[in-house]
């Protein structure tokens, strides 16, 4: 639905004083005029408002506090939130849940949010807030959710922090925490840095663990069996290792989310492993994990296994996963031929199988992705001709087969369906014959490298016309693939943010966050 002519909208809700529940989520909903917010509302029975994803300012919470004190839940996240936080907002007494995230609010947090007492959920994620957590958060005793992921957040985290005992999933990664979040730990675990079995003891409410890029380290016994059944489990960057953590077996039944990357597991990936239900997004990238992959916990949504020293064939994918959107293996040694069995995987957006030691022809079935925005098979060993089936990637936007020993002509087709394609980079195969002038409909490109090949004839006139590849840069710097999942009660956004490697100067060179920058074209 769009909204983004109705100014007055404001006036339409004061005139339902019995209105209980407004969402307008994601509908461009503009910024209302301001004779529209300065009339007093009427709607005394309304306790929950969803105004998410939408254009608005903080000038609609001058309409908001007006409603009445009896709002129970306000959602304004995904919207033009800018500044400081309003300290109008402690006069909402009776609120319980208050998502400000996916804006750009700035500024400290409120002496005022220690006046939500009934406040049960707050999450101020992905903004730019600063300075340190007040001392008054301590006075939020009913708060079961506190997420303030992806913020600056800093300085010593305040002691009464360790009164809320109430609280169930705590989100403070991607701040600047560092030392002082030891001393956080501490309070709630009643340690510095290391993180025992006993430091959870009282802890049979949790159910979301993030303790994610503060590095810190894990020391529990093998034999542990916790007291809580966690629903999702972050520890990007802690000291878990060398050995795979066998309580995760022994207590844990199922999760929706596993993030243990960059964890220091030296270890094979158990066989117990695939026996978790209801699991979404695994990530174990960037660890030393070793050995083959029989299989993996059903219903995977997002799987992560780059950077490890994993082997063998990747057979396991014929499980049939329809789940599955976004598989990264990249980085490892699995070897042989694929698998011909991509029809049950039409879900698909993101496919990284690149700097591995993979063989043979591209099968056929793997033009069953329908789905695709990423492709990515470089630096492997695969030969023959670029099946024709590919030509069904009308999504795709980075298409990277580059150090193989792919042969034939570039087709046609990849002029013709592939008009979303920003990268394409085919350096360093055996392509041979003339190129193709369908390239010329690639208005969208800004990364072309078909260098170290043997074309023939010229080069086509018509890539003048390749408007990307003349503009001065992009605005977005990096190119990055969001994907929501909803994961047992809570929304968990990953991203998959593409890299790139070309040469530059005579020396090859890696990109990543300043990918979206970038504009190159290489023929020689």
Known sequence: MNLSNFLDWPKVVDKLPKLQSLTLSYCDLPIPILSSLSHINTSKSLSSV????????WSIFHWL?????????????????????????????????????????????????????????????????????????????????LSLTDNSVEGQLPKTIGQLCSLQSLFLSG??????????IQVLFGCAGVITEAHFSNLSKLQV???????????????????????????RSCKIGP?????????????????????????IIPSWFQDYSGSEVLNLSSNQLEGPIHSLPSGLVYVDLSSNKLSGRISFLCAGNRNLQLLDLSSNSFSGELPNCWKHLENLVILDLSHNAFSGKIPSSIGSLASLETMKLSKNNFEGELPSSLKNYTNLKVFDIGENRITGMIPEWIGISFLKLAILIFRSNQFSGSLPLELCHLKNIQL????????????????????????????????????DFYILATTSLQNYEDDASFIWKGRMSDYKSTLGLVKIIDFC
Do not use: M
Request: glycine letters at 6%; proline letters at 4%.
């Open 243 to 267: 050995y795979f953590p066998k309580w995760l077996r022994t207590s844990q039944n199922s999760f929706g989310e596993l993030d243990l990357s960059d964890a220091g597991i030296s270890d």
């Open 209 to 235: 663990l993030d303790l994610s890029s503060n590095s810190l380290t894990l020391n529990i016994r093998s034999d542990w069996l916790p007291p809580f059944q966690l629903s999702n489990i972050r520890l």
């Open 50 to 57: 969803d105004l998410s994803g939408n254009h608005l300012t």
């Open 175 to 184: 701040n600047n925490h560092s030392g002082e979040f030891s001393e956080f």
């Open 448 to 483: 072309l490298d078909l260098s170290r090949n043997t074309f023939s004839g010229t080069i086509p006139q018509c890539l003048n016309n390749l408007t990307t590849l003349a503009q001065k840069g992009s605005s977005i710097p990096s190119i990055k693939h969001y994907r």
């Open 65 to 145: 506090s007006t409603c009445n004190t009896n709002l129970k839940s306000v959602d304004l996240s995904a919207n033009k939130l800018s500044g400081s936080i309003p300290d109008i907002f402690g006069n909402l007494s009776s609120l319980l849940h208050l998502r400000l995230a996916y804006n750009s609010i700035e500024g400290q947090l409120p002496e005022t949010f220690g006046q939500l007492c009934s406040l049960q959920s707050l999450d101020l994620s992905r903004n730019n807030l600063s300075g340190s957590i007040p001392d008054v958060f301590g006075n939020l005793s009913s708060l079961l959710d």
